[in-house]
């Protein structure tokens, strides 16, 4: 689990589950794997059920961010899984995959109203635009291409300054990934980003590693 703070006080504002294999091989290729052999979503489905069932640790008034592709998550967006979580989630739409049917995605989330998302990436191409404009996430997080070192370049505090303006217009949270220092994570809260995470606050550890966190 990794931590995502408020950059106003650096308080918690949930953790996001991320996956990790005992052979340290990179989690992305495990995934590929598994969608290529047929058993993509067996294995999202695992890692998310293990994720619920591991975060007994974490204070329990916090939410956890999973994540699931688009493909696999208009399937179970109605099972049990996600229909009675421990605790409070938000669904976070890898880009593993292309989404073909909006249509098809918008529909399975609508028998799931508990669940809010978010759509990772945005700044990195035109897929997670379109994500953020058919899906209207409640949270966009901002691609590591515009943190990195955003108090050094105008360019891309200009764009994030952008991304800023439109989440105000249009009631979404902006979650900056990837911040790895004091001044990114200055630069983004003068920005007007409410939330980030990265190796500046906390590298992802066992759940009871934040016990009480």
């Known amino acids: 689990f990794q931590p995502i703070v408020r950059l106003s006080d650096r308080s918690v504002f949930a953790y996001e589950a991320l996956t990790r294999f005992h ?5 992305d290729k495990h995934f590929e794997t598994a969608q290529s052999v047929g058993l993509g979503r067996e294995l999202e489905e695992a890692a998310v059920r293990l994720a619920l069932a591991s975060c007994d640790d974490l204070p329990a008034d916090l939410p956890i961010t999973v994540n699931f592709s688009p493909d696999v998550l208009a399937e179970i967006a109605g099972s049990d899984l996600l229909q ?3 605790r409070p989630i938000t669904i976070e739409v890898t880009e593993h995959s292309r989404i073909e049917d909006y249509r098809k995605l918008l529909d399975a989330l609508a028998r799931a109203p508990h669940l809010q998302l978010s759509v990772d990436d ?3 191409g035109f ?3 379109r994500h953020i404009l058919e899906l209207q996430p409640e949270f966009v997080k901002l691609d590591i291409g ?3 070192d955003v108090h050094l370049d105008p360019a891309r505090a200009a764009l994030v300054a952008g ?21 990114e994570a200055d630069a983004l809260r003068d920005l007007g980003v409410e939330l980030a995470q990265g190796y500046y606050f906390a590298m992802p550890a066992p759940a009871e590693t934040f016990r009480g966190v």
């Open 23 to 27: 052979d340290g091989q990179a989690p």
């Open 84 to 86: 009675h979580p421990p």
């Open 122 to 124: 945005a700044g990195a």
């Open 127 to 129: 897929a997670s635009l």
């Open 146 to 148: 515009l943190v990195r």
């Open 163 to 183: 991304m800023c303006h439109f989440a105000r217009t249009t009631g979404k949270v902006l979650i900056a990934e990837g911040v790895e220092c004091l001044e």
